[in-house]
């Protein structure tokens, strides 16, 4: 019964900043590691940032300098801030979450998707 509500996508223009968010909810135990993927149209998904339940966070080599990820343990959400966007950043974003649903049971959940769009 867990799910992921992302929220933050929109239209920006070249050069702006959008903040995502992704929160778990429902009958979690617990929220692990954490990503964000996205996906370009006519492109494969791909791995933006990973985070872990520590705070160990992956860029890609894209976003190195320009994004940054980061959670919110007590509320069972992270974030991603976007600076600097181009369109190239233009897709749809999705948030994934290791997910603890009970004491030995823990899955791989994801997000609808957010989309972001980069255009002047």
């Known amino acids: 019964q867990a799910q992921l509500v992302e929220s933050g996508g929109g239209l920006v223009q070249p050069g702006g900043s959008l903040r995502l968010s992704c929160a778990a909810s429902?009958?979690?135990?617990?929220?692990?590691?954490m990503a964000w993927y996205r996906q370009a149209p006519g492109q494969e998904r791909e791995l933006v940032a990973t985070i872990t339940g520590s705070g160990s966070a992956t860029y890609a080599e894209s976003v190195k300098g320009r994004f940054a990820i980061s959670r919110d343990n007590a509320k069972n959400t992270i974030y991603l801030q976007m600076n600097s966007l181009n369109p190239e950043d233009t897709a749809v974003y999705y948030c994934?979450?290791?997910?603890?649903?009970?004491?030995?049971?823990?899955?791989?959940?994801w997000g609808q998707g957010t989309l972001v769009t980069v255009s002047s």
């Open positions: 994934a979450a290791d997910v603890r649903l009970n004491i030995i049971l823990t899955r791989r959940f």
């Open positions: 429902g009958s979690i135990f617990s929220v692990n590691a």
